[in-house]
């Protein structure tokens, strides 16, 4: 705009001096009679009155367009010198103006991590960026509060259910170490301390699914293809059961995060790929998880065969309680929250899971983790 400006003011002060200098009017007098001598006009010897009218009309008229030259030069030198610093002055200006933008934008990209607890904040005159910033902070507040009361429920909800579930645990167990119990009373003690193994194992989870939803502060450094070890020898045996063979390249990816959760992404997928595999009594199973370091990040892949899984159901497996065209009910095994605390605990930690459906049957997990 200032730049703008300035070529129309170069243009009119050009056409208002070109039109009050008249370059080739006549001149305002006329020699009649006498001597005329000049430094700057090239004057003949002798000239008669006429001759010397002309050649001085002829130097006037060159002297006027020298002097419009010489404006149109020094003016674009001092249009020049103007745009450098009116971009100098709009950049800097720009910047002022735009910098609340800038930390608005920057809070919201930190608040998209999760971290709700940062704030603008902003300083200054109450205008309209003032007002968007408090508003935004007045959002924030209402999301932290929702968030924090949401995981305090499910925390403090697990936390109360496992005391209760513990002493069932223990009398159930002093029960079955009787010997003189009869086999009906054994049996009947061995389904409870199944369904109360179910129940332990939900509440642990959702206590895991709340905690996992929150950024980790300490974090050490974890090598994946440890990780993915130990995750294969607790599945190990369940595999050899059903006849599904674990196999895989594991390379070493350090990352740095909680080992205990980063290992139950890989107990969970792990197991999902051995229990919900080729059926039992089919051969060709297998489970392949490997481990690299590729392009900065950390990746942990998890493919198995078995059934066919359609493209449109893949986001469906994610949600707790959900399993493939089923909801709470299907495997005797888990409660449904595997692929959800996996998914929260790859956030938690800056990466994400990503399931594809694997050609022939089955899936291809990926878990991809910020080094």
């Not at 599945?235 to 959760?261: F, P, Y």
């Amino acid at each position: 705009m200032f730049l703008i400006a300035g070529i129309l003011l170069l243009s009119i002060i050009y056409l208002l001096a070109a039109q009050a200098l008249n370059v080739g009017s006549e001149l305002p007098f006329k020699i009649v009679e006498g001597r005329v001598a000049s430094t700057v006009c090239n004057l003949p010897p002798n000239p008669s009155a006429d001759d010397l009218n002309r050649a001085m009309g002829a130097c006037v008229n060159e002297q006027r367009q020298h002097a419009l030259d010489n404006l149109l030069s020094r003016s674009l030198l001092a249009l020049l010198g103007l745009a450098v610093i009116a971009f100098a002055f709009g950049y800097a200006m720009a910047g002022r103006v735009l910098s609340p933008l800038g930390r608005i934008t920057r809070t919201a990209r930190r608040v998209a991590g999760t971290d709700l607890s940062r704030r603008i904040e902003l300083d200054g005159p109450d205008d309209e960026l003032k007002e968007l910033s408090d508003t935004f902070d007045e959002m924030l507040d209402r999301l932290e509060r929702a968030f924090t009361a949401q995981q305090r429920f499910v925390g403090n909800a697990s936390h109360e259910l496992r005391t209760p579930l513990a002493i069932n645990r223990t009398l159930l167990e002093v029960h079955l170490s009787d010997p003189g119990a009869p086999p009906e009373l054994h049996q009947l003690g061995k389904t409870l301390l199944a369904t109360n193994e179910r129940s332990e194992q939900l509440v642990e989870g959702l206590l895991l699914l709340a905690r996992s939803d929150n950024q980790i502060v300490e974090r050490k450094p974890v090598d994946l293809a440890e990780v993915a070890d130990r995750a294969v020898d607790q599945v190990l045996a369940e595999a050899d059961a059903k006849g599904v063979e674990i196999r895989g390249e594991r390379g070493a990816a350090v990352v740095q995060g909680n080992g205990v959760l980063l290992e139950r992404i890989a107990l969970n997928l792990v197991q999902n790929a051995v229990r919900y595999n080729v059926p039992g009594n089919e051969e060709g199973g297998w489970v392949e998880v490997t481990t690299e370091a590729q392009h900065g990040q950390a990746v942990l892949v998890v493919s198995n065969t078995g059934p066919v899984v359609p493209a449109y159901e893949i986001d469906n497996l994610f949600e707790p309680f959900r399993r493939l065209r089923t909801e709470r009910t299907g495997s005797d095994k888990g409660v449904g929250l595997g692929l959800s605390i996996a998914r929260s605990v790859a956030r938690a930690h800056g990466g994400r899971i990503i399931a594809e459906p694997r050609e022939g049957g089955g899936l291809v997990m990926r878990v991809t983790l910020p080094i």
